[in-house]
């Protein structure tokens, strides 16, 4: 199965700053996904990337706030803008190959101060 | 609306006892169940999904269509189990995963 590497692992920052988090497959994928787990909760999608085009988003998610690129099949960048403590949570990308199966990144950590 | 329930936040068991988390979903199509695991410090990995019918690490889940359920079991539980377990489902064209809320399994040794 596809391999991701995410980053960056962690990052503290400023109320009212962005910030772009990356990841990269290792091979080509489908879908990919962006997701936000915030703390004590589950996973919930906040948008599938597209590549060439817009991303889909999920109710109560904006491009305004995530706007998300996807380049090519195997790269694709969330950005969290104007950022509040809210948006504290862990990010994760996700990728979906061929078969079905479903991969994850190791997530970014945002601490929003 | 598709919808995963994990009722169980937190499970606690001795070693060697048997593991069932339980994992309810509702969706009116034909789902794709998957169970994740979270060891500490590492990231997300699929443990199973319904369609392969395998048993990874000695777990297995069968899906009951009639009671739209996807249990994950152990006969006989190792402390390296210790984990934190998601129950998720693929739905629809877009093949969206949506996860229930997790539940922390602790083995007691």
């Known amino acids: 199965s596809a391999v991701i590497s995410q980053k960056p692992s962690r990052d503290i920052c400023q109320r009212g700053t962005s910030l772009t988090i990356q990841c990269q497959v290792d091979s080509q994928v489908t879908m990919m996904f962006w997701y936000r787990q915030q703390p004590g909760q589950s996973l919930t999608l906040i948008a599938t990337a597209n590549q060439g085009s817009e991303a889909t988003y999920e109710s109560g998610f904006v491009i305004d706030k995530f706007p998300i690129s996807r380049p090519n099949l195997t790269f694709s960048t969330l950005t969290v803008s104007n950022m509040s403590p809210e948006d504290s949570s862990i990010y994760l990308c996700s990728g979906m190959d061929r078969d079905g199966g479903y991969t994850f990144g190791s997530g970014t950590r945002l601490t929003v101060v | ?109």
């Not at chain 2, 789902?31 to 199973?48: A, G, I």
């Not at chain 2, 739905?91 to 969206?96: E, L, P, V």
């Open chain 2, 1 to 109: 609306a598709q919808r995963v329930t994990q009722p169980e936040k937190l499970l606690s068991v001795f070693k060697g006892a048997p593991v069932e988390l339980k994992c309810n979903y509702s969706y009116s199509g034909s789902p794709e169940l998957f169970w994740y695991v979270q060891y500490s410090r590492q990231r997300l990995q699929l443990l199973l999904r319904h369609i392969s019918r395998e048993s990874i690490k000695g777990f297995t889940a069968d899906l009951n269509k009639g009671e739209t359920s996807f249990h994950l079991k152990k006969p006989f539980a190792q402390e390296e189990d210790s984990a934190m377990y998601y129950c998720a489902l693929s739905y629809g064209g877009a093949q969206k995963l949506v996860f229930g809320q997790g539940t922390r399994l602790t083995i007691n040794p």
